[in-house]
């Protein structure tokens, strides 16, 4: 049995869970996320506590229990607490600013680099060289935080570009004058 699907879920009091037919809403103090479940899943609200039970014991059910435990886990995580990632830019004249609904990145390019924020992630930055992505759904604030520090990912010589918070870029040796 999946040690992962087997955990269960602790929730307080103002996270309400729903199931109707395939999909599980969960609404809480930041918003609301649905999501389907997959077959062979069910799940059992208790006081406080949710329990992803499989309904058989097939391959798809084992498969899809762990999985159906952390996507409801982080649906729960998120309209509680919430999500976030840190980026920072390293160079010099590299910056970030916000205007609307508008990313815009000078990141050495002949041009800014426009990025439009999709909807459901907030995004903030500070001193113009972090960048701050929050939301409810996880998934969508990583995604959203990939596609940022892909415009322009650390290079191994001086370290510019842009990178998550904490990262450690693994740095070359330059060439070295032969005497």
Known sequence: MSRIGRKPITFSKNVKISQSGDMVKVEGPKGTLSAPMPQGIAMAVGEGSLVIERKSNDRIARSYHGLARSIIGNMVEGVSSGFEKRLEITGVGYRAEISGNELKLLLGYSSPVQYNIPK????????????VVSGIDKQLVGRVAAEIRAFKKPEPYKGKGIKYAGEHIRRKAGKSASA
Do not use: L, S, Y
């Not at 992630?121 to 113009?128: A, E, F, G, R």
């Open 120 to 131: 459901g992630v907030d995004v903030k930055v500070d001193k113009q060289t972090n960048i």
